[in-house]
């Protein structure tokens, strides 16, 4: 009889739940950017849905699974306010990328899915003191010597040896680890978000695989997306917001776009295969299993974030050292050439991550986790987290495009905090899978391409090359004036690649 009851709660489990799939028709167009799927839609549905981006970016929502990944969103338990998927939206693994969620701290719950695989992905800027010229005779070397400073390629080794107890400190510590031990200047920590150190990390929540994984990959770019880029200033929106992040047209700046490598996905995979079981602890009713999650204020829910929080501050580091090789490198080429060849930090922010924050709904002041999973946060003027320097401007929002386009600085607004929790997109957003991308280019001939426009690359290998050309990409310049008209955060310069390193 047991073994009877097992299969047919087996077979229960493989039966798939036909969900209503929402087309173009069900939606209400708010404004020129703003689009939303009532809460009615589907009985499921907590909150209604939103995405955000002008007529041909709504289109092409439809064309993968992301609509209905985020209605499924709209379906966990505590969430307020929308679902919302910013213009760089396209399907991912539960949430969609784009995705951003606040669910209540005291009832809510939280996702691994509404994080993803590589928690704090992010982008650091460096500004340099050079302008274009200075630098143009050494261009190739500097993209050379920053091909070696940054170590890249799938389970690519890093700069820095840890041990298991440096490892553990590292986790709990963050930035200011990395400030101990010489690889950060003070300046680098104050210029990240959250200062380079997410509460609450316990490393005591994460696997021996994942420490297993970490522990060798300390300061390298990994491969996929991730890069280190040498970029010209070309072009400034808001001088004053540009003045305030030292930046000028014809300025030379290196971007730096990674996050926790190995370590941050087998944290999200463990909770991801563990979480299931909360899920049924706690009667939780789900569309799809990839939204697994737990209460916040639950045993798992505390284990999830307390591994989480580890990988954010794994990433954080990550960056961080990277960064100090970037300096090292440009020291190495362009000592006795220039007249200052350091390199100051603008900003880091993260996009795949989870956070407590407080924020108003329905004008109650309210404490939520916010999940940004492809997302940036965008907090306007007068917030106090937010470096002295910054803090009447808003925050530096970074926004790389796809290689050999732009990518744009914006800045965040007070209307962000209004529309979407203090969020905003994190890139381009793919429109094509690696694979498919890989059928339509050669990546010799895109490096060649590349070189004709005057774009310097070094690349791990041709395969990896052709996963991200531009092709494979939404128009950046699109999304970005998406978010400006929207008003989620504002533009302030545009940055053309130079010289680009990928794993």
Avoid at 386 to 412: E, F, H, I, N
Wanted: glycine share 12%.
């Amino acid at each position: 009889m047991a073994r009877r009851q097992k299969q047919r709660q087996r077979q229960r489990r493989r039966q798939k739940v036909t969900l209503r799939v929402a087309q173009p028709h069900d939606f209400r167009r708010v404004d020129e950017y703003i689009w939303e799927l009532s809460q009615s839609f589907r009985d499921d549905m907590r909150v209604p849905a939103r995405l955000f981006g002008d007529k041909e970016l709504f289109d092409a929502a439809f064309r993968d699974r992301t609509v209905m990944q985020l209605a499924n969103a709209a379906t966990l338990p505590g969430i307020v306010g929308y679902a919302m998927a910013m213009p760089d939206f396209h399907q991912g693994y539960g949430f969609p990328i784009g995705g951003v969620a606040a669910t209540r701290a005291d009832t809510g719950v939280i996702s691994p899915g509404g994080v993803g695989y590589d928690i704090n992905c992010g982008v650091r800027l460096l500004g340099t003191h050079l302008e274009r010229e200075e630098v143009a005779p050494y261009l190739r070397d500097l993209t050379d010597a920053l091909y070696r400073a940054c170590p890249s390629g799938v389970g690519g080794k890093g700069r820095v040896r840890v041990s298991e107890r440096e490892l553990n400190e590292l986790l709990t510590q963050g930035a200011r680890w990395a400030l101990k031990k010489g690889l950060a200047r003070q300046e680098d920590v104050t210029r990240t978000e959250e200062r380079g150190c997410l509460d609450g990390a316990d490393p005591g929540k994460v696997s021996a695989r994942a420490k297993e994984r970490g522990r060798p990959q300390v300061g390298s770019l990994g491969a996929g997306n991730h890069f280190v880029e040498i970029d010209v200033v070309d072009a400034l929106y808001d001088p004053d917001a540009a003045d305030a992040f030292g930046l000028w047209e014809g300025q030379v700046v290196v971007q730096i776009h990674c996050g926790s490598r190995g370590f941050g996905h087998q944290v999200c995979d463990n909770y991801v295969k563990g979480l299931q079981s909360a899920v049924r602890k706690y009667g939780i009713k789900l569309p799809d299993r990839e939204l697994v999650c737990a209460p916040i204020d639950s045993p798992e829910g505390r284990d999830y974030y307390g591994a989480m929080a580890c990988a954010v501050n794994y990433a954080f580091v990550n960056r961080q050292v990277l960064a100090m090789g970037a300096r090292e490198a440009f020291e190495q080429v362009l000592a006795g050439k220039v007249k200052n060849f350091d390199l100051f930090q603008v900003y880091d922010v993260c996009h795949n991550i989870a956070k407590f924050e407080e924020h108003d709904v329905d004008g109650q002041r309210m404490r939520l986790c916010v999940h940004r999973k492809g997302a940036t946060r965008a907090f306007g003027p007068g917030y106090a987290g937010l470096p002295a320097a910054y803090r009447d401007v808003g925050q530096p929002v970074l926004v790389p495009g796809s290689m050999g386009t732009a990518s744009y600085v914006l800045v965040g607004t007070q209307k962000a905090l209004e529309l979407t929790f203090g969020s905003t997109c994190h890139g381009a957003g793919r429109t094509m899978s690696r694979s498919k991308a890989r059928k339509q280019v050669h990546g010799t001939e895109l490096k060649t391409e590349l070189e004709r426009q005057g774009i310097i690359v070094r690349a791990g290998s041709n395969r990896g090359l052709a996963e991200e050309a531009p092709l494979a990409y939404k128009d950046v310049s699109r999304v970005v004036e998406a978010v400006h008209g929207l008003g989620i955060a504002r533009k302030v310069a545009r940055l053309r690649p130079l010289g680009v390193i990928k794993g």
